[in-house]
């Protein structure tokens, strides 16, 4: 069509006639391209300006005009170090894996600037990179980059990554994995930018938890894909109950010392420091349970907490225990931190010093838990290794402090060590940090300690930073194994505030971290929707209901104009590539009854489609929230001519739905608008993909049905994608 256009407007200017009539004739030509390019490409230039979203956060950015595209002819010029080499081969990989690229790798004499280069290393080690930095004036020698800092710099002509260590380039490049968008065709489209990017905290960690965990490939996923993808630095493995210890193999699990050194391997591969942690009074509990070692019982009956703190026996096992870990990193230089847990022995009928050996002692539980604490850092300490611990037990109050009355075991507080790392834990939204508290009892190293709450994460990182602290660690107390999603998406969440906090509060996020989680962990390759392929469905027939609201609480969620979605656009618009209809005027949404709004219809039947899709894009949410995994409603597909009869798409609250109000944590969906209600509160807006199973059939029309439950779902828009 194009070149027939083209073509016509040559012959109407080579016409030597220059009347009235052809002017006319142009004119008019001229306005139907300017309508035909309106229609066509208008909604495009919305998707294509928005700026990649960045994980973590990074501390400066500059965009610049134009674009760096990567395709089979682009190189990858890595330094001389091995480090660099082997940053550049996951580069590769990544390209290959992902984007069906295969890049070819060079260095040394090899380099040169004739040839588009994605150039990786430092400038001692790269020629190319020194010499990009001297015409750039990137100096590396600033304070703020620091070890883990880097520069990344697209130009049209090349792109660089450079830090004054492996550890920061290799942060820079997963960066630079983000910027990449494909455009089809094995091609890839790099914006123009110039980064300085540098972490707020040294200590980034994420501490895993492997009770009942028999092997080691979620582990192994999550690391690679989660953790190293957002630049987390550190991780945790609390193995007591899960490793097949051969000293002891009563006291432990099945995951063998050989799937240990494999996630071990995986980590150090990707610039992460691993901490072993055995929490002492849990690896005895583990044979207390099965009825091994009740000699060494601190309690004389179920439940078991505690070891005897007097029994040197006790520290026999533990001691034996210790070593096998020590073997297990040995290949990989062993480990700077060992984390040895000591929280809750309180709680749960624990009652330390309790049993006759520690009573003839005459000692306080204070005293006998820290000569206990004392044992296990000069154990270490002879070895090189600092000791972690947690913080509860130190201090007396309600939340996590567990010390208090009636053992009294905060009083232990002036004779523990000051080198320990204390390991400050708490997991309310309010997170009452006491890590100011152990800086003036003297602990120079004091680390923040989160969960899952997205305003713990948020309160608890800005507090750590005010007070210096050494860094974050989000615990995770579910096991390292597939089916925990709820248990591991807020890592994302920690990633973002731990590296540059106070930046994004959670109701102010651009993205879900839910589903940046599933996309890391699924890690599929990019196939980008053709947009010329996308069709849109009429649903103003079917809307019986306003997205504004007022005072007779007869519009959206009947709550009232300050919690409304009139924010929302209406009309033809593009949300993250994909094109919506929504309709304009009085009623522009399909909403369904629920038990908070009743006065609407159960079911809305027959919506028309009459088209052929291998996808169909459900823009969707529900007015209230409800419980996890509900079953809210379902939408019925019809096929046309004798096909299959039809085919139930259940919508579960938290998977392929959520409250407009919720601003993370949906599963299986996709968000794709975020704003704000005239109340000030943040509002999100989320897409549901489904996979038609018979793309070669007509869907004729799709019924929409509701449930009882408070949530009234609510259909803003479907969009098709042709086969």
Known sequence: MMITIISFIARLLNNKTRDKRFIKRLATLLLIITGLFSSVYAVEVISSSEKPILIPLPKEVKWGEGQFIVDSKT????????????????????????????????????????????????????????????????????????????????????????????????????????????????????????????????????????????????????????????????????????????????????????????????????????????????????????????????????????????????????????????????????????????????????????????????????????????????????????????????????????????????????????????????????????????????????????????????????????????????????????????????????ADCTWNSGRRPPSELPYDPAEEYRIAMERKPVKKEDAGLQFTVDLSPYCNRSLKDNYKFSGWAARGPKYDLKTFPTGRIRLKGILFDIAKGEKNVVMLKGTLIPNLPKKVRGIKIGKKAKKLIFLHSCAWPTAEKKLVGYYRIFYKNGGTKKIAIPLRYGYEIGSYSSFWGIKKAKLVWRGKMESGDSIGIYAFIWNNPFPEQIIEKIDFLGMETPASPALFAITGIKP
């Open 75 to 494: 190189v990858i010029g890595v330094g001389s170090s091995m480090d660099e080499k082997r940053i550049g081969e996951f580069l590769q990989q990544e390209l290959k894996d992902i984007y069906g690229l295969n890049l070819e790798i060079v260095s040394g004499k090899r380099l040169y600037r004739e040839k588009k280069t994605i150039l990786i290393g430092k400038p001692e080690n790269n020629p190319l990179v020194n010499k990009l930095c001297q015409e750039r004036n990137i100096f590396l020698t600033e304070k703020k980059i620091g070890r883990e800092g880097y520069v990344l710099l697209v130009t049209p002509k090349e792109v660089m990554v450079t830090g004054n260590e492996s550890q920061g380039i290799y942060w820079g490049i997963q960066t630079l994995i983000q910027l990449l968008n494909s455009t089809g065709e094995k091609k890839i489209v790099i914006p123009t930018v110039k980064i300085c990017d540098w972490p707020d905290f040294s200590f980034r960690g994420v501490h895993l938890h492997f009770r009942g965990v028999k092997d080691n490939s979620f582990a192994k996923n999550l690391i690679k894909n989660v953790l190293a993808k957002y630049k987390i630095n550190t991780v945790v493995l609390q193995i007591e109950e899960s490793l097949a210890w051969r000293s002891h193999p009563e006291l432990g699990g099945s995951l063998t010392p050989e799937s240990l050194s494999e996630i071990v391997k995986i980590a150090k591969n990707n610039f992460i420091e691993v901490i072993p942690e055995i929490h002492s009074a849990c690896a005895l509990q583990s044979g207390f349970r099965k009825g091994f070692h009740l000699d060494l019982a601190e309690e004389p009956s179920p439940p078991y907490v505690n070891y005897c703190f007097s029994n040197p026996k006790s520290y026999k096992i533990l001691f034996e225990l210790n070593d096998e870990v020590i073997e297990i990193f040995r290949p990989f230089g062993g480990f700077r931190y060992f984390h040895i847990g000591h929280d809750e022995i309180t709680l749960r009928g624990g009652k330390p010093g309790s049993c006759p050996r520690c009573k003839a002692t005459g000692k306080t539980p204070a005293q006998l838990f820290a000569e206990d604490v004392k044992k296990h850092y000069e154990y270490w300490k002879k070895k090189g290794v600092k000791v972690m611990m947690w913080h509860d037990m130190l201090v007396k109050g309600a939340g996590t402090g567990h010390g208090g009355p009636p053992f009294n075991i905060a009083d232990s507080l002036p004779l523990i060590p000051r080198d320990i790392v204390i390991c400050d834990w708490h997991y309310g939204p309010e997170c009452p940090s006491q890590i100011e508290y152990f800086q003036k009892k003297g602990f120079k190293e004091v680390i923040g300690c989160t969960w899952r709450n997205p305003y713990n994460i948020w309160n608890f990182t800005n507090k750590a930073k005010r007070a210096n602290a050494l860094g974050m660690l989000n615990t995770n107390w579910v096991p390292a194994k597939s089916g925990h999603f709820w248990g591991f998406f807020h890592i994302i969440y920690h």
